[in-house]
Nanobody
Framework: QLQLVESGGGLVQPGGSLRLSCVAS????????VGWFRQAPGKEREGVSC???????NYKDNVKGRFTISRDNAKNTVYLQMSSLKPEDTAVYYC???????????????WGNGTLVTVST
């Protein structure tokens, strides 16, 4: 059974921090690129960040400097550390995986069910 499960979402005030986790089950993430995507209510899904199997990373411009993606292959887990959160970061956050290299959402093979992040006073 191939699964990705996100966790760590919740309600946080603007300026706060949150760490999301993406845990793979049924396969190992060593040879996979893992991306984080988000979808706000009424808006299209957008890419947030991605880490490739060689540990190279990329970030969407509107999160650069605030978010950090990392991986721990021994734990089969990818993290998204989010700081200086803004109301516009409110969304359901999804992780997704594809072999080796970071690609667009259309190329991802495995998706989690998402975790909700709400940034509000």
């Amino acid at each position: 059974q191939l699964q990705l499960v996100e966790s760590g979402g919740g309600l946080v005030q603007p300026g706060g921090s949150l760490r999301l986790s993406c845990v793979a089950s049924g396969f190992t993430l060593d040879y996979y690129a893992v991306g984080w995507f988000r979808q706000a209510p009424g808006k299209e899904r957008e890419g947030v960040s991605c880490i490739a199997s060689d540990d190279s990373t990329n970030y969407k411009d509107n999160v650069k400097g605030r978010f950090t993606i990392s991986r721990d292959n021994a734990k089969n887990t990818v993290y998204l550390q989010m700081s200086s959160l803004k109301p516009e970061d409110t969304a359901v956050y999804y992780c997704a995986a594809v072999m080796h290299d970071c690609l667009g959402s259309a190329f991802m093979d495995f998706w989690g069910n998402g975790t909700l992040v709400t940034v509000s006073t």
